[in-house]
């Protein structure tokens, strides 16, 4: 479904659904993958499908979209007139109710729906420790279940209790070590548990961060899809965990100093000709530094 932006009123949405429809059914007729021709045209599989789609959300400006739609159909071979993309005179968007409902490539709504269907760590940790503690409460009960039968007894056989009074003490006191046992163990098994859920501090050598020393935009792509854009002023610092990063694309690259194991790296190479942006992406950038 088209997604209105307020960026965007200059863009001819008539000619952009044109487009977006003419790239999907290249794209599909090429039998490439999403995940192959972002890579080739170093774009983000969701700006792939915004581009086709109309979700001007996935991009930081018109402008930007233009110059990924060009990329894009480059890429597939589509000679369309950019020219008429974008009005001389910007007017609001209508609102349209016959846009068809959302396209959704098969391949990556299976990956969609598998990480959907992957369990969670903290419910697992949460559950074995209630299986734990049951474990251990059902021993306890046990154990405690013939001092609850000797002090039903009848009282006829009052003569008989007084002879065994001393050894029925003497398995109170060992009930009580055994639940103090039992105790000790649930509150041992509870401690490694949560030890192990908090203890998630990366390894220096895991973590990129980016000085910002003069103004600039910075978006984030996460390896789950997920995707962060945010403008910086001079000062700020971005952390980032080099294992979860997808791409990372810098508006202003002479703007920031890229360290990563706490040493400067030289990100140059990764700024397009003739212009100032630095893309980094895929396994070059979690080896940058390594």
Known sequence: MFEAHPNFTQVNLNVA???????????????????????????SQQQITGIELIKFSCFISSTYYVLAAKKYAKHLKVDFNFDSLLDA??????????????????AQQSKTDFLEKLPNKKIIASTLSVCLLLVFAVKAITHQAPATIDEQAPVEQEEQEVSVE?????????EQVHQTEAEAKVNETTSAIGVQSTNKTPAEGDEIRLEVNDKTWIQVTYRTDEKNQKTYAAGETLRLKREE????????????????????????????SGSNVAKLFGERLRAIGK
């Open 17 to 43: 659904m044109q487009l977006g429809e003419a790239l999907h059914r290249a794209r599909l007729a090429s039998g490439e993958e999403l995940e192959d021709i972002a890579k080739a045209i170093a774009l």
């Open 89 to 106: 005179q910007p007017t609001p968007p209508p609102i349209y109710s016959d846009i068809p409902a959302q396209r959704k490539d098969p």
């Open 166 to 174: 001393q050894p029925t003490a003497q398995a109170s006191t060992e």
């Open 245 to 272: 990063l997808q791409g990372l694309v810098i508006g202003n690259a002479a703007a920031v100093k890229l360290l990563a194991s706490n040493k400067e790296q030289d990100i140059g190479p990764f700024v397009a």
